[in-house]
């Protein structure tokens, strides 16, 4: 199975501008996450995706937002960029397992980087 | 809430000699763990989990992690390094919320030739 795909790959934008970040999950996966990454903060979750509806959220500002398809794929989106948004942004789909239990694969996520 | 803790920002190890980078954590519940690795401007690679049973779970790339209940800690290890092992690692849990899972800050693990 192809593992999960993330475009862009690299990204460079400008204070004040918005972005999109496209994630596709493993064939068969329905749920995504989101996951940004920076030397300050570190790993954070961002929100997850399961059947096209936010489940869950993370503590970020409304300016993160998200949405997913029919086909599982999503798209995150953060407007009016400010600095402190470079980062990795890392996508995970998961493997849903009995008990609730879950397995996350994470994509080569996009490197957002704004000046 | 959840949470886990990597007290080391890097470990050194020397190839061939055996490796450990520790993790703790504190659940409520049954604990459900797991380890990932981070290489060089990669995303992040699954290398193993914890449910149940079996103190000792083994993973990818040869790694083990040494599950210690009365201790809070998952440790992974390696019997013998190598430098392709240098990378970033990350122990997590999930966060209380369905796929959503709770990091450590990370260990950068060195291996010298």
């Known amino acids: 199975k192809a593992g999960v795909t993330q475009t862009p790959r690299y990204l460079i934008k400008t204070r004040g501008q918005q972005v999109t970040l496209s994630c596709s999950p493993i064939s068969g996966h329905r749920s995504v996450s989101w996951y940004q990454q920076t030397p300050g903060q570190g790993l954070q979750f961002l929100f997850e995706y399961f059947s096209e509806t936010q489940r869950n959220k993370g503590n970020f500002p409304g300016r993160f937002s998200g949405r997913q398809f029919s086909n599982s794929r999503s798209e995150m989106n953060v407007s009016t960029l400010e600095l402190g948004d470079s980062a990795l942004y890392l996508c995970?789909?998961?493997?849903?397992?009995?008990?609730?239990?879950?397995?996350?694969?994470f994509g080569p996520g996009t490197r957002l980087t704004v000046t | 809430a959840q949470s886990v803790a990597q007290p080391e920002d890097q470990v050194n190890v020397a190839e061939g000699n055996p490796l450990t980078v520790k993790c703790t954590y504190s659940?409520?519940?049954?604990?459900?763990l797991f380890w990932y690795v981070q290489y060089p401007n990669r995303g992040l690679q699954f290398l193993l989990k914890?449910?149940?049973?079996?103190?000792l779970v083994k993973g990818s790339y040869g790694f083990e992690a040494e599950f210690n209940k009365s201790q809070t800690s998952f440790h992974l290890k390696k019997p013998s390094a190598l430098v392709s092992d240098s990378a970033l690692y990350f122990c997590a849990v999930p966060g209380g919320a369905t796929n959503k899972l709770i990091f450590g800050t990370g260990t950068l693990l060195a291996v010298q030739p």
């Open positions: 914890y449910i149940t049973g079996d103190n």
């Open positions: 659940v409520s519940g049954n604990p459900y």
């Open positions: 995970a789909s998961s493997l849903e397992l009995a008990g609730g239990r879950y397995e996350q694969y």
